[in-house]
């Protein structure tokens, strides 16, 4: 018989449908699963044999939310994601992707909200972007030397430029002619035909251009009337996609838009991702208000999930430099002003900190942040007494008002003063209630973007050392057989993608994990350069727990080491197009 080219041996397998899980052998030949055996088979049936006693084997995990779409071009290996077993990346998030306008208006909507310096990205979309269309760049990506598979959302930000112009598709008092209507409806069809999950829109105003021509304007998503977004919707309707949105927080009403197109009203429901359901320090109705628009949802008849993080919301911030800081008014104003001398004299002005101040106190105002300085600890300062403490206790020994020492900090170090702060997610016992809610989807890494703000590539392992953590408490959140569909086949169906399983006939997008490194601290963070950036950024690193991922049956990490190969060559992950999915063979070998 023909040899397998990969055995995985003496593993407890989870096929990512959430079914008992079982020790079980996987052979695997020409990038699927082949053969699955309840007795470990000769070796010599296999030209590679992956020794799998004591870890987990089970589907690669998708991460439903990044923001890779730059480095995709430059650096497609996305190495800090499979490391951790992710082998589906979603791009095209928040109604950013790079896909219809030029390539100065992809990065200028870009580079200021997921703060990626705009340097590094307007030069790789210069050097790389020769597509103008949907169906233009699915021939790129095909042709491109992916690391993980790739899906993508069409972004609205994207296409409303692409069409518009930057300056009109910014500006209030413009709303697109019906010729611009019809052109976005044919490129948002275009790219649905090609594969594109659907389209993503942004409502949250804080989210700002970057560049020297629509500096500080909001995402050309925010000026859209409801009834541009309705038209687009009827297309994402009829294709049976998926409409990702971010409501607006300034206005807690206006997600009542996305669930009156959720529930269709006489029409096909539409599947509705929104960001995010999360427990937030400053503002703790959030919670159980969107766990009641998911319930309304779904029980009118709605198809409907909220994103969720599965671990505490933790962010750092170089002085001013975090997108906190644009929700309320006198933020937003240091913000808006790029030069740091100019941005200073407008700290040390006292008209200004009395804004400030009376912004700080607000406490029925939207907020993400929590507005508590007491609960920001400093993490570097070139004045080494103040490193480990928080704002609030160094201002109380100096005798001034929080807001007042923080601005004299900024106005002092500059970026290197370096801070952070949990926004939320930072109960438990909360946490672990909402990880199991039906209308949610465990995801929202933001992986690619907020370099120096926050990272969670390894959100997978964080999601499944709350359950195992769960189990050896005695009390446990869910069966680990659920915990990986999760991450794996949950979000795959809904989606509607080839991915996410584990069974004969399915893709070999595998990850062998040790469990036992989960017993690391999963949040700690560390640097690393961004390969072909010129940058460093924050990562994680569990050493010890992925020992091997394979993507189309190619190893892609070895005893948990990246294969050179990932991202050089053709033949690891490839361009999943929505509604592809594939019957897979019965299992009965």
Known sequence: MDLFDTLIVGGRYFDGTGEPSRMTHVGIKDGKVTRLFDEEPDHALAREVIDARGCWVTPGFLDTHTHYDAELLVSPS????????????????????????????????????????????????????TWRSPREWVEFVDRHPLGPNVISFLGHSDLRTAVMGLHRATDRAVTPTEAEQARMEGLLEEALQEGFLGLSTMCLKWDKV???????????????????????????????????????????????????????????PLKTTLIAMIDLKGNPTVRPMASLVGWLANTLGGNFRWQLLPT???????????????????????????????????????????????????????RVWQRDFG???????????????????????????????????????????????????????????????????????????????????????????????????????????????????????????????????????????????????????????????GLERMVNRVPGCVRHVLINGRKAVIEGEIEPDLGRTVGFGRFLRAGDRKATATEGM
């Open 78 to 129: 996305l190495s800090e994601s499979v490391r951790h077993g992710v082998t589906t990346v979603l791009i095209g998030s928040c109604s950013l992707s790079m896909v219809c306008s030029e390539a100065e208006d992809a990065s200028d909507i870009f580079t200021r909200v997921e703060t990626v310096p705009r340097e590094k990205v307007l030069p790789i979309l210069q050097e790389y972007k």
């Open 375 to 533: 609960d920001a600890v400093i993490l570097g300062c070139p004045d080494a007494s103040v490193v480990g403490r928080n704002f609030a206790e160094l201002a109380a020994e100096r005798g001034v008002h929080v807001v007042d020492f923080f601005l004299d900090m900024v106005v002092a170090h500059g970026r290197a003063l370096r801070w952070y702060t949990t926004v939320g997610n930072h109960r438990q016992d909360r946490l672990r209630k909402m990880v199991n809610h039906p209308g949610a989807l465990i995801t929202f890494s933001d992986a690619g973007a907020h370099l120096r703000n926050m990272a969670f590539y390894n959100l997978p392992l964080r999601f499944l050392k709350l359950v195992r953590d769960s189990h050896e408490e005695g009390t446990p959140v869910m069966s680990l057989e659920r915990a990986v569909h999760r991450l794996t086949g949950e979000q795959a169906d809904w989606l509607g993608i080839d991915a996410g399983h584990l069974r004969v006939g399915d893709r070999a997008d595998v990850a062998v994990l040790d469990p036992r490194g989960l017993d690391q601290d999963l949040e700690r963070v560390e640097w690393a350069e961004m390969q072909n950036f």
């Open 312 to 366: 505490p919301f933790t962010v750092y911030a170089d002085g001013m430099d975090i997108v906190l800081f644009e929700e309320f008014g006198a933020g937003e104003m240091a913000l808006d002003i790029r030069d740091q001398l100019e941005r200073n004299e407008l700290l040390k002005d006292e008209q200004y900190r009395r804004n400030f101040r009376k912004f700080y106190k607000e406490k029925l105002s939207p």
């Open 210 to 268: 970057d560049g020297d021509r629509e500096w500080s304007k909001s995402l050309p998503s925010t000026y859209a009337r409801w009834r541009e977004v309705s038209r687009l919707n009827r297309i994402l309707r009829r294709y049976g996609r998926v409409h990702q949105g971010a409501p607006n927080a300034a206005n807690p009403l206006q997600v009542t838009q996305y669930l009156r197109e959720t529930l269709g009203w006489l029409r096909r």
